[in-house]
């Protein structure tokens, strides 16, 4: 057991079952359970006004459930005890315009037994140069980065990331999504809430999907490829030749021919009796984001 966890008992990071929440006339989550196993990252995910920071906010304490029961390494979320264990990103940030990132990170880390060094945080998220400016004129992204390493300062052993990177730029993503794995790699739990699908897929073990507030779809990344069960077939064919048979729906891009098919082993067999001059065939699981997509179009059709 690593230093994060070894004070949280042997409860998962997170247990929530069956949480029902309105907000006015809307009902926000229904019936929402899900759990994150310590040393697992979990992506919650779903359209605009899905449910996702409601959530969030009922798992960090933020707001209460209306129904159900919510467990923080065994104890109740928003107590005391499940607090000192959790480091969060919002997804707003607001910080006193006269305080320097140093003052803020000193100042937080100050609450904390174990905190990780100013120093390290600096340079994992690149705060180096913005470390002792004044916040008032920072752009959002250089504000994101602050509120980022602020997640991790208290060294805890469960981050909650609301769409942590929102507003970063290219470098600023790849230094998140790095740091997140290796946080989770070395025993850190992380709940992560994105509309970026390689985001989720870099970063996360499993994936909650919700819907207007309840569960659509779960599972590990790898199941839900399974479930989904197509692959993208490529392959070159020579100049002016055009794919017959199944293959007749491929489409030339990116220099190559590809089709997407449920069937790939027997598409691959069909292509290479018809057209013996295929060369450089590949075969590869569709990524996330087209994977969610034809379920939703499966769904549809249904
Ligand atoms: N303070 C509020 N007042 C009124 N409605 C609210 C409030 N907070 C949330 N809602 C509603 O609850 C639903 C869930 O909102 P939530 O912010 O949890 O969605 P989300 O999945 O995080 O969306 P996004 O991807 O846009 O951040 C939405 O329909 C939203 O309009």
């Given at each position: 057991m690593d230093a994060r966890t070894s004070q949280c008992g042997s409860a998962p990071a997170i247990s929530a079952r069956a949480i029902g929440k309105r907000i006015g006339r809307i009902?926000?989550?229904?019936?929402l359970s899900l759990d994150l196993h310590r040393g697992e990252a979990l992506g919650l995910v779903g359209t605009n006004g899905a449910g996702k920071t409601t959530a969030l906010e009922i798992l960090q304490g933020l707001r209460r459930a209306d129904t159900g029961k919510a467990d923080i390494f065994g104890v109740p979320a928003g107590s005391i005890a499940a607090r000192r264990h959790i480091g969060v990103t919002p997804q707003n940030t607001d910080f006193p315009e006269q305080m320097s990132p140093r003052e803020v990170l000193t100042f937080a880390a100050a609450h904390f037994d174990r905190p990780q060094k100013v120093s390290d945080l600096v340079a994992t998220f690149g705060l180096g140069r913005l470390?002792?400016?004044?916040?008032?004129?920072?752009s959002g992204g250089e504000t994101r980065r602050l509120a980022l390493a602020l997640a991790f300062v208290g060294n805890p052993a469960l981050v909650f990331a609301d769409?942590?990177?929102?507003?970063?730029d290219t470098d600023g993503q790849e230094m998140f999504k790095a740091h997140a794995r290796a946080y989770v790699e070395a025993g850190g739990s992380l709940l992560l809430t994105s509309h970026h699908w390689d985001e989720i897929e870099q970063v996360c073990d499993r994936i909650v999907m919700i819907d207007r507030g309840r569960v659509v779809l779960e599972g590990t990344l790898d199941d839900i490829r399974r479930r989904a069960g197509h692959c993208r077939i490529s392959f070159d064919l020579p100049e002016g030749a055009t794919p017959s048979g199944r293959a007749a729906d491929a489409r030339y891009g990116d220099g190559r021919w590809q089709i997407v098919s449920a069937d790939s082993d027997g598409l691959v067999r069909e292509l290479i009796a018809t057209e013996p001059?295929?060369?450089n065939l590949h075969v590869i699981p569709l990524d996330l984001k087209d994977t969610i997509a034809r379920l939703n179009q499966e769904e549809t059709e249904r």
């Amino acid at each position: 057991m690593d230093a994060r966890t070894s004070q949280c008992g042997s409860a998962p990071a997170i247990s929530a079952r069956a949480i029902g929440k309105r907000i006015g006339r809307i009902e926000a989550l229904s019936d929402l359970s899900l759990d994150l196993h310590r040393g697992e990252a979990l992506g919650l995910v779903g359209t605009n006004g899905a449910g996702k920071t409601t959530a969030l906010e009922i798992l960090q304490g933020l707001r209460r459930a209306d129904t159900g029961k919510a467990d923080i390494f065994g104890v109740p979320a928003g107590s005391i005890a499940a607090r000192r264990h959790i480091g969060v990103t919002p997804q707003n940030t607001d910080f006193p315009e006269q305080m320097s990132p140093r003052e803020v990170l000193t100042f937080a880390a100050a609450h904390f037994d174990r905190p990780q060094k100013v120093s390290d945080l600096v340079a994992t998220f690149g705060l180096g140069r913005l470390i002792d400016r004044r916040m008032g004129g920072f752009s959002g992204g250089e504000t994101r980065r602050l509120a980022l390493a602020l997640a991790f300062v208290g060294n805890p052993a469960l981050v909650f990331a609301d769409e942590p990177t929102a507003g970063l730029d290219t470098d600023g993503q790849e230094m998140f999504k790095a740091h997140a794995r290796a946080y989770v790699e070395a025993g850190g739990s992380l709940l992560l809430t994105s509309h970026h699908w390689d985001e989720i897929e870099q970063v996360c073990d499993r994936i909650v999907m919700i819907d207007r507030g309840r569960v659509v779809l779960e599972g590990t990344l790898d199941d839900i490829r399974r479930r989904a069960g197509h692959c993208r077939i490529s392959f070159d064919l020579p100049e002016g030749a055009t794919p017959s048979g199944r293959a007749a729906d491929a489409r030339y891009g990116d220099g190559r021919w590809q089709i997407v098919s449920a069937d790939s082993d027997g598409l691959v067999r069909e292509l290479i009796a018809t057209e013996p001059r295929v060369a450089n065939l590949h075969v590869i699981p569709l990524d996330l984001k087209d994977t969610i997509a034809r379920l939703n179009q499966e769904e549809t059709e249904r």
